[in-house]
């Protein structure tokens, strides 16, 4: 049984694959640049469980090097998880160059690399947002992606195409799975749960762009990785899933539900939205759940008493 390349080893999502892979007796092999997106110290507690595993190495270095990937392609490598990149809508909208550079280059390196070495199956982590302000919801697979509105969601398309191309010319077995909204312990402090828990808890205001009325499919993080391993062992020939929790949550509501589970009152700055925003995401599921076995089922109640119970013990 050959190893399994995760990049992104010290992210958010790839720390929770890598432990879970561990689990699951899988030998990994961790690969992260600790980049200065947030704290590389956080990065390196996520990843600080694993570390002392007899069957998990971690490589420091850059998905975009290619030298640096061809050392992780040693031995044998059975699947190559590629998580790592240049996440957020508004940093792209600052630095296109590097988050088109990262994505899209990154993701070609590591497919070529492992095309290279013969590697039977390659995961790509893509996003909800490629789906842009699609009318049509839920959201499927076979829906129209070509109108992105902001470079992240144009790079994670982009690195799709990368991936079928692969998959045609050479044979390869490529799955894409379009993340929507995760969260959870070690959620990166970016996002909006992370960030509304850390300023209520302090009595800080929060920063609500537009109405409220905008809406996300939060997917919790354990719910993310099962559908992860089950594309694992079904990836064959070129598929593109929805893993998502297929239950949106308007803003005001899911203010309302970390205001109820922290016991505080939220002050709201009000600002106008943001350019690159969508105004919703729904995931239709049910290709996931037919071909994968995917079903979800962390109510977002739970979800969000886990994670501000970790949340609370981080700040200690």
């Keep these: 049984m050959g190893a399994i390349i995760v990049t992104g080893a010290a992210g958010f999502i790839g720390s929770h694959l890598c432990e879970r892979l561990l689990a699951l007796g899988k030998t990994v092999i961790g690969f992260d640049n600790f980049d ?13 469980k694993c570390l002392d595993h007899k069957s998990f190495a971690m490589h420091e270095g850059d998905v975009r090097d290619k030298d640096a990937v061809a ?5 044998d490598i059975e699947t190559v998880v590629h998580l790592a990149a240049r996440a957020g809508v508004r940093p792209s909208i600052v630095e296109p160059h590097r988050c088109q550079d990262v994505n899209v280059g990154g993701t070609t390196v590591m497919i070529e ?5 013969k590697c039977p199956k390659f995961i790509l982590a893509s996003s909800s947002s490629v ?24 790079s994670k398309k982009s690195a799709e195409l990368m991936a079928h191309t692969y998959a045609h010319l ?15 312990p070690r959620q990166r402090p970016d996002l909006a749960i992370h960030k509304f828990t850390k300023l209520i808890e302090s009595g800080e205001p929060i920063p ?9 499919d939060y997917t919790y993080i354990d719910d993310i990785i099962d559908g992860v391993i089950r594309s694992i062992e079904k990836c064959n020939g070129h598929k593109i899933y ?8 308007r803003l005001d509501e ?6 109820k589970a922290l016991g505080k009152q939220p002050v709201i700055n009000r600002l106008p939205n943001q350019p690159g925003d969508v105004d919703r995401t729904f995931a239709d599921i049910s290709l996931a759940k037919k071909e994968l076995g995917y079903n979800p089922s962390t109510h977002i109640d739970k979800g969000l008493a886990t994670f501000i119970e970790w949340f609370r013990i981080q700040q200690k």
């Excluded at 704290?39 to 996520?46: A, F, T, Y």
């Excluded at 899911?254 to 205001?259: D, K, P, R, V």
């Design 242 to 249: 929805n893993l998502g929790e297929s239950q949106p949550i």
């Design 170 to 184: 050479f044979d390869m077995n490529v799955t894409c799975l379009r993340f929507f909204t995760v969260y959870g």
């Design 208 to 216: 609500v762009f537009g109405d409220g009325s905008t809406s996300r």
């Design 71 to 75: 050392k992780l392609f040693t031995g």
């Design 36 to 48: 200065d997106f947030y704290d590389p110290q956080i990065k390196r507690s996520n990843i600080s």
């Design 113 to 117: 690399a492992a095309r290279n070495a």
């Design 254 to 259: 899911l203010i309302a539900a970390i205001e």
């Design 131 to 154: 789906y842009g302000n699609n009318k049509k919801i839920p959201f499927a697979e076979n829906d129209n992606v070509d109108f992105p509105i902001s470079p992240y969601a144009a």
